[in-house]
Structures are given as structure tokens and as C-alpha cells.
């Protein structure tokens, strides 16, 4: 049986680098596998949070999903906190993991910065956690950005060296998902960042909830070069800009880059864009309006949460009991 595990922080609406590198493939993958997807509000704590911000994140990012495409009666939707068993089996996984594992994952150097001394224990065990929510559902597939592969390395080391100390066949070892032609969508003021809802400036991304106008001013004033566009994704060699605004074509049309720089190669940005524009608001529009009918919905977001934690308490809480007898918590 195949089940895909994925998660994603409540922190802030969702932007087209969510969408086009990992939400547009988890709607896809509800008819293909039993689908799992969590909003990590454990996670979210490893750094200092506003209580009710929190609380509201967690219902907005739910809407969001929802709005996107994500259906609660083809997928199994709740939030990490509600399951018991991600904090209960990442504290097993701690003991089984080592120290030198995680001193190598390079988000905690990038996300302690200059502070390492001062940075949360939460935010270094983060993977452990991490590991403990995809193999407390023994999933199989693990959606991934490029960022999070070496979290995923460790969680496959985490259950073979499981396995191996107690003698068991526990846990499968889950292989990574990259899929899309999209699944790194860049900054629109800098090629060479990532789009990130961390990012000071609005006009880096387009979020999910902006308008059709808000669209088409933030492409209009995206970073670009003087060059027209080549007819082949060789001539896009060192303009990441260009790639990225080519990329984000191809990912909304369904086309390959190939085949967008084979149709519009020679054209000049101030034809590009407003094609460009046109059709990420055609995209965006649907989703905006679904998430803005539901969003202050607290009634109907919690009753989605709720039902989806018994479904995923159902799965792993059994997985639990059979890790406390293979450690020798229990008989």
C-alpha cells in the first residue's frame, strides 16, 4: 500500500512556491494513495509564537489547504498537536538517533544563524519530530522540496537503525516525492532566493489571497533583464530571473519550458508578463474565493480538524503500541 505523509507550518497564507511546489501535487495524489496531510503547529513553536495568532494560523492554513484543493473525504486533514503520538514517538526516536546526525542538518545552522547557543532544543530535534510524524503512520512517500531531503535522510536512517537495534521490521523507509515542474519557484525580486512568506517584501511573492490587480502589478515589477527570451532553455543559462518567470509559465500551463520558449522565444518581458499574469489570476481567483468564503468558518474548520485527528489517532496510535513493545514499554 502506498500512503504519502506530508506537513506544513500554520505560519501565514499560502503563496504560489506552496502551491505550485507541493499543494498542487498532495491534491493530485488523493486518487493516487492513502494521503495524510498535517498542519505541523508543533513544529510552528520551535520558534516563539503568539498564542492566538497560533490558534488562528492553524485554522487559516486549514482553509487555505481546503481552498487549494485538498478534500477532508479524500484525505486524511488535521493538525500535528491533536495526535498524541507525533510527541510520544519522537521522544523514542530521540533515543535511537544520534547526536552527530543532527549536528550535520544544515537548517538549524541557517535558522540559529549567529545564535546557536540561544536557539530552542525544539529547534534542533525539529527533524526528529519530523520523523516521528511521517513513521507514526509507517508512510511509504514523503512530498519533499529539495530543502527538506536531507530531513528525510534522516528519517530513513532513524527507522533502519530502529529496526536494526531491536530486531523488528517496523518501520518502511520512506523515499522522498519531487514531482512538478515547478518544485522550486523563486523569489520575483531575486532569482536566486526561494519564494518564502519570510521574505520583508510583499512584492517577492504572490500569495494566494491576492487580487487579480495585486497580480498583475507584482509580475509587472518582477526582476527580469533586457534580453528578449531565447528560443531554448539553454539561452536561460545565468538569468535566474528569466528561468524563474519561464518556470513559473510552463508550471501554470501545463507546458514544459521547452515548449513555452519554443512558442515565445524572441518576445520581449513587456509581452511575457501580462500573458503570465493573465493566467496565474485565472489559477489564483478560484482558490482566493473558495479560502475567503471559509476562512473565518471556525465551526466548520474545527469539525475538519477534529474528524481528521480521529482518522490519523486510528492509524497511529496502533504503530505506537508497537513501538512500546518492541522498546519494552509494554507486553
Known amino acids: 500500500m502506498r500512503r504519502v505523509f506530508s506537513g506544513i507550518q500554520p505560519t501565514g497564507n499560502l503563496h504560489l512556491g506552496n502551491y505550485l511546489g507541493a499543494i498542487r501535487n498532495w491534491v493530485r495524489m488523493q486518487d493516487e494513495a492513502e494521503c495524510l496531510f498535517c498542519v505541523v503547529d508543533l513544529h510552528a513553536i520551535t520558534v516563539a509564537q503568539e498564542p492566538k495568532g497560533l490558534r488562528?494560523?492553524?485554522?487559516?492554513?486549514t482553509a487555505a489547504l481546503i481552498a487549494a484543493g485538498l478534500d477532508p473525504d479524500r484525505c486524511?486533514?488535521?493538525?500535528?498537536?491533536?495526535?498524541?503520538?507525533?510527541?510520544?514517538?519522537?521522544?523514542?526516536?530521540?533515543?535511537?538517533?544520534?547526536?552527530?546526525?543532527?549536528?550535520?542538518?544544515?537548517?538549524?545552522?541557517?535558522?540559529?544563524?549567529?545564535?546557536?547557543?540561544?536557539?530552542?532544543?525544539?529547534?534542533?530535534?525539529?527533524?526528529?519530530?519530523?520523523?516521528?510524524?511521517?513513521?507514526?503512520?509507517k508512510a511509504t512517500h514523503v512530498p519533499v522540496g529539495e530543502d527538506q531531503k536531507q530531513h528525510l535522510?534522516?528519517?530513513?536512517?532513524?527507522?533502519?537503525?530502529?529496526?536494526?537495534?531491536?530486531?523488528?521490521?517496523?518501520?518502511?523507509?520512506?523515499?522522498?516525492?519531487?514531482e512538478g515542474?515547478?518544485?522550486?519557484?523563486?523569489?520575483?525580486?531575486?532569482?536566486?532566493?526561494?519564494?518564502?512568506?519570510?521574505?520583508?517584501?510583499?512584492?517577492?511573492?504572490?500569495?494566494?489571497?491576492?487580487?487579480?490587480d495585486t497580480i498583475a502589478q507584482k509580475i509587472k515589477r518582477a526582476k527580469t533583464d533586457p534580453e528578449p527570451l531565447?528560443?531554448?532553455?539553454?539561452?536561460?543559462?545565468?538569468?535566474?530571473e528569466a528561468a524563474n518567470l519561464v518556470g513559473?509559465?510552463?508550471?501554470?500551463?501545463?507546458?514544459?519550458v521547452a515548449q513555452v520558449l519554443a512558442e515565445r522565444g524572441g518576445q520581449g518581458f513587456g509581452t511575457f508578463k501580462p500573458a503570465?499574469?493573465?493566467?496565474?489570476?485565472?489559477?489564483?481567483?478560484?482558490?482566493?474565493?473558495?479560502?475567503?468564503?471559509?476562512?473565518?468558518?471556525?465551526?466548520?474548520?474545527?469539525?475538519?480538524?477534529?474528524a481528521g485527528a480521529a482518522k490519523a489517532r486510528a492509524?497511529?496510535?496502533p504503530v505506537l503500541a508497537e513501538v512500546h513493545r518492541a522498546v519494552g514499554l509494554a507486553e
Open 276 to 306: 503570465l499574469a493573465e493566467l496565474m489570476v485565472a489559477t489564483i481567483a478560484p482558490i482566493t474565493e473558495r479560502f475567503n468564503a471559509l476562512r473565518h468558518d471556525a465551526t466548520t474548520l474545527d469539525a475538519v480538524l477534529a
Open 181 to 212: 515542474p515547478a518544485t522550486r519557484v523563486m523569489s520575483l525580486r531575486d532569482g536566486s532566493a526561494k519564494m518564502s512568506k519570510s521574505d520583508p517584501s510583499d512584492a517577492a511573492r504572490i500569495n494566494l489571497t491576492d487580487s487579480a
Open 56 to 61: 488562528a494560523g492553524i485554522r487559516e492554513m
Open 230 to 240: 531565447p528560443s531554448e532553455a539553454a539561452g536561460l543559462a545565468g538569468r535566474p
Open 76 to 137: 486524511v486533514l488535521f493538525n500535528q498537536s491533536a495526535v498524541r503520538v507525533h510527541a510520544e514517538l519522537a521522544w523514542v526516536l530521540m533515543c535511537t538517533a544520534r547526536m552527530g546526525w543532527l549536528n550535520r542538518m544544515t537548517q538549524f545552522k541557517e535558522k540559529s544563524g549567529k545564535d546557536r547557543e540561544g536557539a530552542s532544543v525544539g529547534l534542533f530535534t525539529y527533524p526528529v519530530l519530523q520523523a516521528a510524524d511521517i513513521l507514526a503512520y
Open 153 to 178: 535522510e534522516l528519517a530513513r536512517d532513524i527507522a533502519a537503525k530502529f529496526n536494526n537495534d531491536f530486531g523488528v521490521e517496523l518501520f518502511p523507509l520512506p523515499e522522498p516525492v519531487i
Open 315 to 317: 492509524i497511529a496510535e
Open 248 to 256: 513559473l509559465m510552463a508550471a501554470l500551463s501545463g507546458q514544459s
